[in-house]
């Protein structure tokens, strides 16, 4: 099949609809999906899917003749696009680890239609105008949906400014704040969240209070960097936060826990959402002394006995989200003492296939899947048309073949990271091709359309 290679105007789908070239654009965001396992909330029914200007335009048992590109889903499983609201994607000055056209391409070959972008780069995202100048970089390179995420301020007119830019959410790293912010006050941050709430924006953090300079283990092992961030972090930032978050009243949404406590004390919090990611779902500390820096995240990793209460508990449904917190670097840089090797791996094309081989082993129903990679990603940070496979909602599908068994290589990532704590995982279940706005972006192991086919998004906050 042809797939059109058309340049085409860059969209913004919350603000405006301009294109230049708004006839290109449109027809090349037709497509009929025939012949699928289409997710309808419940349970699958075949059936069609007509895309028509980016947006769904019918779904039905037989579709014919619409004239338009036609993809052949026999056997496949249409799902709502995935969306992943914890992703780094570099670029600008931090390029050389990954950039919006490698970061985007690898969320279309992991099957996320949309992602959120983290603030801690080079320059950092912390001010209205580095949102915008992100948005405007990322329209010309990007393959999937993509937004931003800011770093977290402290003065109320810059947080309002974030939000009229379209900012997802102020994101507080406690470890080490992106911008200058006094951590260790509870009035300045209850006061950050507030002006967030006023903003309509949710707040986004980092929960772990490592107390520097005294736990950072010069030149030791990963298992001792590890040993020195213990679960204690973790349940004191919480605790404290939700405390915070209480009196300001805002919402917040608590990245990568890896404590079953920390679920459940968010889960008894109104406007609390939670996530976890594939890695302290699925994999150990004791891999540190294997894997080394390929395994070296923070929060690190936990003990299995731990571990296995996260997975528990996100199957039992005490998670709101996963979320891959895909944080590429090179190998170079990763590949040295613990000290000096930066936190984080890549997860974009990791995730779903791992959470599909759960759906396959029975762990995770796919009602749990699309809740914790659409549903609630979409809820929580406002993507009204998203997250549902219905008539009006935007084009953005995944098809999933969920009989294929394959074998996680990290030599074959799109992302610049090519390195991954989970090389040779055995996975059953994998995407076969991701669609986003009415337009196939990746197939089959290969992108296919150019850098910019896919959309900048605005958060719609009224600032
Ligand atoms: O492992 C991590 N890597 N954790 C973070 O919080 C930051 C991230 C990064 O940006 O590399
Ligand atoms: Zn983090
Ligand atoms: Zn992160």
């Given at each position: 099949m042809e797939f059109s290679c058309v340049r085409i105007a860059q969209r913004n789908l919350a603000r405006s609809k301009k294109r230049s070239d708004p006839a290109v654009?449109?027809?090349?965001?037709?497509?009929?999906?025939?012949?699928?396992?289409?997710?309808?909330?419940?349970?699958?029914?075949?059936?069609?899917?007509f895309i028509q200007e980016g947006r769904i335009n019918r779904i039905a048992r037989s579709i014919i003749d619409t004239g338009v590109e036609t993809i052949d889903a026999a056997g496949f499983k249409a799902l709502p696009g995935f969306i992943d609201v914890h992703v780094h994607l570099r670029d600008m000055e931090l390029a050389y680890k990954e950039d919006f056209a490698t970061g985007?391409?690898?969320?279309?070959?992991?099957?996320?239609?949309?992602?959120?972008?983290?603030?801690?780069?080079?320059?950092?995202?912390?001010?209205?105008?580095?949102?915008?100048?992100?948005?405007k970089v990322a329209a010309q390179k990007t393959h999937v949906n993509v937004g931003f995420h800011a770093a977290a301020v402290s003065d109320s007119h810059d947080v309002e400014s974030l939000a009229g830019a379209g900012a997802f959410?102020?994101?507080?790293?406690?470890?080490?704040?992106?911008?200058?912010?006094?951590?260790?006050?509870?009035?300045?941050?209850?006061?950050?969240?507030?002006?967030?709430?006023?903003?309509?924006?949710?707040?986004?953090?980092?929960?772990?209070?490592?107390?520097?300079?005294?736990?950072?283990?010069?030149?030791?092992?990963?298992?001792?960097?590890?040993?020195?961030?213990?679960?204690?972090?973790?349940?004191?930032?919480?605790?404290?936060?939700?405390?915070?978050?209480?009196?300001?009243?805002?919402?917040?949404?608590?990245?990568?826990?890896?404590?079953?406590?920390?679920?459940?004390?968010?889960?008894?919090?109104?406007?609390?959402?939670?996530?976890?990611t594939p890695h302290h779902l699925l994999l150990s500390k004791q891999l540190l002394s294997s894997l080394g820096w390929r395994a070296w995240m923070v929060p690190p990793l936990?003990?299995?006995?731990?571990?296995?209460?996260?997975?528990?508990?996100?199957?039992?449904?005490l998670s709101s989200v996963i979320a891959s917190d895909h944080a590429p670097h090179t190998i170079k840089e990763k590949n040295q003492s613990a000290s000096r090797s930066p936190p984080g791996v890549p997860g974009l094309e990791t995730t779903l296939p791992l959470m599909l081989t759960l759906v396959n082993r029975q762990q995770m129903s796919i009602s749990l899947l699309v809740k914790l990679l659409s549903e609630n990603p979409a809820r929580i940070f406002g993507f009204k048309s998203k997250a549902k496979l219905q008539k009006g909602a935007d084009g953005d599908v995944v098809l999933v073949d969920l009989k294929k068994k394959s074998k996680i290589d990290s030599s074959r990532f799109f992302s610049k990271a090519k390195f991954s704590p989970f090389d040779e995982f055995k996975t059953q279940?994998?995407?076969?091709?991701?669609i986003v706005g009415g337009k196939v972006v990746y197939r089959e192991g290969e992108i296919v359309t150019r850098e910019g086919s896919g959309s900048v998004l605005h958060s719609g906050f009224s600032g």
């Open positions: 654009d449109l027809e090349d965001r037709n497509i009929l999906v025939k012949d699928a396992d289409i997710w309808n909330g419940k349970g699958f029914a075949r059936g069609s899917i985007t391409a690898a969320a279309a070959a992991g099957g996320f239609t949309t992602v959120l972008d983290m603030p801690n780069t080079v320059p950092p995202t912390d001010s209205a105008r580095r949102v915008i100048e992100k948005q959410s102020l994101k507080l790293y406690m470890p080490k704040p992106i911008v200058p912010f006094d951590v260790e006050n509870d009035q300045a941050i209850q006061k950050m969240m507030r002006a967030a709430g006023d903003a309509g924006m949710p707040v986004t953090v980092h929960a772990e209070d490592v107390d520097a300079p005294k736990n950072t283990s010069q030149g030791e092992g990963f298992e001792e960097a590890a040993e020195a961030r213990p679960p204690i972090f973790e349940t004191r930032a919480v605790d404290r936060l939700l405390r915070i978050q209480k009196k300001a009243g805002c919402n917040v949404h608590y990245c990568h826990l890896t404590l079953r406590s920390s679920l459940m004390k968010i889960n008894a919090s109104t406007k609390s959402t939670s996530e976890v936990r003990s299995e006995e731990t571990r296995r209460s996260l997975l528990k508990s996100t199957l039992a449904g279940g994998a995407v076969h091709s991701t």
